[in-house]
């Protein structure tokens, strides 16, 4: 469990070499960048090459394919991924060596303090969009920005980058309260939702960790109109920014408007004057709350109401958040992170509106808890779909105790479809898809994959 206390200030002291264990990981990759940037000597291990381990090679970071007790030689600090449990050999060899060891949280809210402006993006929904849009702001702006990002940005070519600012953006996960380690400078709280219960049993102490979060931050930016966030809000003793549609938030969107299917265009005021005219890159109206968050960060980074507008106008998305992948049989492929029934049904409506004659969902449900849990919340979302395919179950950290199955979720949807894996998913997309439809690919496991077999 992590606690704001447990930061070392002297984490990195008498540090030249640090070692990560799971090197390869999209989490991991930026927290390597800004390391190396700054000097540091970097070493890595992962079990596969991916291009963001060629990508370390060609900055001239060691990386090695397995994990041996030898891959420390010479490391002062080692840092491993939630993925990497005690008995890692790499991991035995540090605490047999006297070499600390630290989780990936850690040392990113320790690299966070080395900003002066840290915006930390916090949520249930829209981290990893928001977190796009704020860097596409700074990135836009000349600010060159160093950013940790939960999907690859276009933009800046990755999942992160190392600029030579004072400003970073993070996106501040919840699970298991990695998001206390930070202290930003601006933290934002865009939504508190029922997810991740798993690990706090109760809505009430999934609150008091953004509680938590809010007083570690300088100033709160937030959303009004989300009551679970509203409830916290009101216990916190910070400055705040709100935003939100309701006329009450400091920022908020009037003259609401497609301006085509599922792309929207709006003004914002602050305390009821003119601000910017935002015209959204990305389609869906949930994105009108993040574009509004942005919008909170102007002034505190030093920026002007143009360049939110330039970079609302050009941010067209992050890898796996309504990303098309391409076409099969002429029916249109999306890849999406959604894994939560509010996001499902942002997602969902989003391609509802965008006037294809059949929405085809390809869910792969995303841990046993969650779909028991919210068995019913996932039925009532998907029924919005044409078409329903689901795919088994992926467990992830949790184990299989047998107590549900996919084909408990397909028995609330009456025509929907169960196949046994990401192949056989693939292969009914590519005997059912037709031109008009779209194919919608939903989860945070490895469903991306079958997308990739389905526009092959």
Known sequence: M???????????????????IGCGGSGMFPLIQILHARGFTISGSDVEETKITESERRMGITVTLGHDAANIAGAQLVVYSAAIHEDNPERRAAAAHGIRCVERSVLLGHISRMFIL????????????????ITTMLELAGRDPSAVIGGKLPLIGGYGKAGKSQSIVIEACEFSETFLYLTPYLGIILNIDNDHL?????????ELAFQKYALLSRTVVFNMDDANTLAVMNSIDRPVLSFGIREEARFHSVNIKEYRPGFYEFDVLELGEPFAHIRLGVPGYHNIYNALA?????????????????????F?????????????????????YAHHPTELAATLKTAKSLGYQRVIAVHQPFTYSRTKALLDDFAEVLSAADQVVLLPIMGSREVDDGSVRSEDLAARLPGSVVVDGLESAAAWVKANARAGDLVLCMSCGDLYKAADMMVE
Do not use: W
């Not at 206390?5 to 070692?19: A, T």
């Not at 930390?120 to 981290?127: D, L, P």
């Not at 942005?294 to 050009?314: I, S």
């Open 2 to 20: 992590a606690y704001y206390n447990s930061y070392d200030p002297k984490l990195l002291d008498g540090v030249q070499h640090i070692h990560f």
């Open 118 to 133: 840290s915006v930390g993006v916090a949520g249930t929904h829209g981290k990893t969009t928001t977190t796009g849009m």
């Open 198 to 206: 798993d690990y706090y049993g109760t809505m009430g102490r999934l």
């Open 294 to 314: 942005m919008c909170c960060c102007v002034r505190p980074l030093g920026l002007q109401p143009a360049d939110a507008e330039r970079a609302a106008a050009e």
């Open 316 to 336: 067209k998305g992050t890898g796996r958040r309504f990303e098309i992948k391409g076409e099969c049989n002429g029916a249109v492929v999306v890849d999406d």
